[in-house]
T-cell receptor
Framework: EPEVTQTPSHQVTQMGQEVILRCVPI?????FYWYRQILGQKVEFLVS????????KSEIFDDQFSVERPDGSNFTLKIRSTKLEDSAMYFC??????????FGPGTRLLVL | DQQVKQNSPSLSVQEGRISILNCDYT??????FLWYKKYPAEGPTFLIS?????DKNEDGRFTVFLNKSAKHLSLHIVPSQPGDSAVYFC????????????????FGQGTILTVHP
C-alpha cells in the first residue's frame, strides 16, 4: 500500500540553526500539507501546497518557514532559524483530488 | 482556537464492549468530518469519515454518527478490542464538489482510548 514517508525520524538542533524536514508524498497525489503537534497539544495545520505554490498557510507559518517541492517527488519544510518553541512532531500529509489526507510517520524536532 | 473539541481526554473500556468517542465543532463552514487513530511515534491513520449530507457512516466495527443541528459527531467502536487502544482525533474541513474533504484539517485535542482485556 502506498504511504507517505518522512526523514529524518528525529532531529536535534541548536537554537538559531536551519533545519530541513523531508517528505515523500504518495506518488499520484497533488495536494501536500505540513502539520505539527507540540507535545501535549493538538495537531495544527501549518501550510498547504498545490501546483507548486502555497495555497493556504496558518499564522504559525511565518517568514522563518518555507516549503518547496524541488524535484517532483520530495516535499520539504525549512525552518531558517529555529526557536525553542519550534520543538514538535512535524507531520507531512498528501491527498489526491477526491481523497482524504494520508499522513507520514512524522519527524520529531528538538531545538536546544 | 477551539473550533473542534473533544471534551474527554481519555476513555477506558472493557474488551468486547462499545467505545463511544465524542466530538463537537463550532465552525459552520465544516461539512466533512474525519476520525484518525494515532499510535505513539506514528502519524495519524485515517479511520472513517462522514459528509454533512449524511448522518451515519459505517465501516466494519466503526460507525460515525453526525448530528449537524447539534454540531456533534461520535465514533462508535463495537466490539472494542485491545488493539484499538490509541489516541483518536476528530478532524473537520470544508468539502469539495466531489463531497470529500478539501483543504486544511482542523483537529480536536484527541481522546486516549484504552481497551482492557
Amino acid at each position: 500500500e502506498p504511504e507517505v514517508t518522512q526523514t529524518p525520524s528525529h532531529q536535534v538542533t541548536q537554537m538559531g540553526q536551519e533545519v530541513i524536514l523531508r517528505c515523500v508524498p504518495i506518488s499520484n497525489h497533488l495536494y501536500f500539507y505540513w502539520y505539527r503537534q507540540i507535545l501535549g497539544q493538538k495537531v495544527e495545520f501549518l501550510v498547504s501546497f498545490y501546483n507548486n505554490e502555497i495555497s493556504e498557510k496558518s499564522e504559525i507559518f511565518d517568514d522563518q518557514f518555507s516549503v518547496e517541492r524541488p524535484d517532483g517527488s520530495n516535499f520539504t519544510l525549512k525552518i531558517r532559524s529555529t526557536k525553542l518553541e519550534d520543538s514538535a512532531m512535524y507531520f507531512c500529509a498528501s491527498t489526491g483530488i477526491w481523497e482524504t489526507q494520508y499522513f507520514g510517520p512524522g519527524t520529531r524536532l528538538l531545538v536546544l | 482556537d477551539q473550533q473542534v473539541k473533544q471534551n474527554s481526554p481519555s476513555l477506558s473500556v472493557q474488551e468486547g464492549r462499545i467505545s463511544i468517542l465524542n466530538c463537537d465543532y463550532t465552525n459552520s463552514m465544516f461539512d466533512y468530518f474525519l476520525w484518525y487513530k494515532k499510535y505513539p511515534a506514528e502519524g495519524p491513520t485515517f479511520l472513517i469519515s462522514i459528509s454533512s449530507i449524511k448522518d451515519k457512516n459505517e465501516d466494519g466495527r466503526f460507525t460515525v454518527f453526525l448530528n449537524k443541528s447539534a454540531k456533534h459527531l461520535s465514533l462508535h467502536i463495537v466490539p472494542s478490542q485491545p488493539g484499538d487502544s490509541a489516541v483518536y482525533f476528530c478532524a473537520a474541513s470544508p468539502s469539495n464538489a466531489g463531497g470529500t474533504s478539501y483543504g486544511k484539517l482542523t483537529f480536536g485535542q484527541g481522546t486516549i482510548l484504552t481497551v482492557h482485556p
